[in-house]
């Protein structure tokens, strides 16, 4: 019932910047919450940012003061700006939508950040 679309992905070198994008199928100013999560190879999908519809903010230790999420309610879409990116950053990158008591997610967008 929500489609998400991520974008933005690629090879960075360490220290640089992305900006990931999340285009949802149905106006995101009804979603309760977005955010981005990331999967590591080996790893299990963990937490990177969320962003509820009332303003509140969580970003996980390993990002604050790196990556920052918005939202864009006219486009539908969320951002995740990183910078300062490292090689631990590389993962894939998922977008998440919590509509309705349902979590939705996007199909991913690999992020590689090479020393």
């Known amino acids: 019932q929500v489609l998400l679309v991520e974008s933005g992905g690629g090879l960075v070198q360490a220290g640089g910047s992305l900006r990931l994008s999340c285009a949802a199928s149905r106006s995101i100013f009804s979603i309760e919450t977005m955010g981005w999560y990331r999967q590591a190879p080996g790893k299990q999908r963990e937490l990177v940012a969320d962003l509820w519809s009332g303003g509140r903010l969580n970003y996980a230790d390993s990002v604050k003061g790196r990556i920052t999420i918005s939202r864009d309610d006219n486009k539908n879409t969320i951002y995740l700006q990183m910078n300062s990116l490292k090689p631990e950053d590389t993962a894939v990158y998922y977008c998440?939508?919590?509509?309705?008591?349902?979590?939705?997610w996007g199909q991913g967008t690999q992020v590689t950040v090479s020393s």
């Open positions: 998440k939508a919590l509509w309705r008591g349902t979590l939705y």
